[in-house]
Structure formats: C-alpha cells, structure tokens
Nanobody, 127 residues
Framework: QRDLVESGGGLVQPGGSLLLSCKGD????????IAWFHQAPGKAREAVAC??????????TYTGAGQGRFTISRDSAKNTVFLHMNNLKVEDSGIYTC??????????????????WGQGTQVTVSS
C-alpha cells in the first residue's frame, strides 16, 4: 500500500499537454485535500494546484505556473485526482508529486501541512 500513486508523466514538446493522475491506494481520496507539487531540478518543491475534500465547496487553488494553464479535478468513481497541464513550457519540467491532507481544507499549503505523499512522476518539456 503506497497511499498515493502518480502516473502520466513523460516527454512532451513545448506547447503540448499532459494529464497526470494521482490514485488513492487504500485511501478514499474524496475525504482528503489533495495538492499537486512541482519540483524543478535544483529547486524547492512547491504546490501548483490544490483541491479540498469533496464536501468542501471552495474552488480549486492554483499558484505560480499552475495559474491559467493547469486544471485539478476529481473522479470519485476512479478514486483519482487529475492534473491537466496545457501549453507546457520548458520550465514546467521536473518531478510532480501529489500529497494528501487529512484536514481536507481548500487552498495550497507548505509541504509540511500534508500527511501523505506519492512517489512522484517525471515530466520533461523539451523540443
């Protein structure tokens, strides 16, 4: 059991799109806040898209590169949270990791806020 399992990373050209998946393993993700973090090479990890637990009516939150180009969404039937990334740029390259928050609150928070993590998936944006 790994709590969260990411998939969907890979190599894409600038301007392209990717759909990342974060699937719950032994956890029903509807009861947790979920965030997607991006860590570029040599830089600190930062949240780019966040969503509260399903019963939380607050909208999703996007920060930095996530604003305007990324969309976070849930599929309860698949127990999965997605990150749809459009118009990708070279600087979007790095490791994308999803994290879960037992408090279920909306908004993006520092990584110490989150209670469990996936192992990450690599995204490379290059021509």
């Amino acid at each position: 059991q790994r709590d969260l399992v990411e998939s969907g990373g890979g190599l894409v050209q600038p301007g392209g799109s990717l759909l990342l998946s974060c699937k719950g393993d032994g956890r029903a993700l509807d009861f947790y806040g979920i965030a997607w973090f991006h860590q570029a090479p040599g830089k600190a990890r930062e949240a780019v898209a966040c969503i509260g637990q399903r019963s939380n009516d607050s909208p999703a939150t996007y920060t930095g590169a996530g604003q305007g180009r990324f969309t976070i969404s849930r599929d309860s039937a698949k127990n999965t949270v997605f990150l749809h990334m459009n118009n990708l740029k070279v600087e979007d390259s790095g490791i994308y990791t999803c994290a879960g928050d037992r408090k279920g609150e909306s908004g993006c928070h520092a990584d110490l806020w989150y209670d469990f993590w996936g192992q990450g998936t690599q995204v490379t944006v290059s021509s």
